[in-house]
């Protein structure tokens, strides 16, 4: 993307709002299988940490309206924040319940909580929210290892450790 229209971009993310296609009405036909929404869709979050940050900053904005909308969600539910530590694009808010697809709810991961981290900048912004982080070594298209921070609350949904 070229300069122009950059000061108009990161003006309107700062007004995202929850799409309204999102079901939260506990309905029959209101389920999430892995559900995620993303920010940074063109991977303009890549370009320096000032870019990062307003989208992450974002992001947890949108988080805090999911989280909102959760607390009347009827249905057994897992809700948890992805974040690369390298790829901005990845960053998502997931959603996870029983569903007519058939995956697996709960959903369990194991942690690497021994990962290195390679972005303590990151890592320090991410200690400042009021959220428990784990840490997981993953495999990027490429074949790359990288690390993935998952987010989570406790009491908000089951928990997906």
Request: proline share 3%; hydrophobic share 35%; glycine share 6%.
């Amino acid at each position: 993307m070229k300069r122009r229209g950059l000061r108009r971009y990161f003006r309107n993310l700062k007004n995202q709002t929850l799409p309204e296609f999102i079901d939260f009405s506990g309905s029959e036909q209101s389920w999430f299988d892995f559900f995620h929404l993303h920010i940074d869709n063109i991977g303009l979050g890549n370009r320096s940490w000032k870019a990062r940050k307003q989208h992450l900053d974002a992001l947890f904005d949108l988080a805090g309206m999911v989280e909102t909308k959760l607390q009347h969600y009827p249905k057994d539910y897992q809700y948890w924040i992805e974040i690369d530590e390298k790829d901005s694009v990845e960053d998502a808010i997931y959603i996870h319940t029983q569903n007519p697809n058939g995956s697996t709810f709960p959903f369990r991961l194991n942690f690497d909580n021994e990962a290195e981290v390679r972005n303590p900048v990151l890592l320090e912004y991410l200690k400042i929210k009021e959220y428990q982080i784990e840490k997981k070594k993953l495999i990027d298209a490429d074949g790359k290892i990288g690390i993935t921070y998952f987010l989570y609350k406790g009491g908000i949904g089951t928990q997906i450790k």
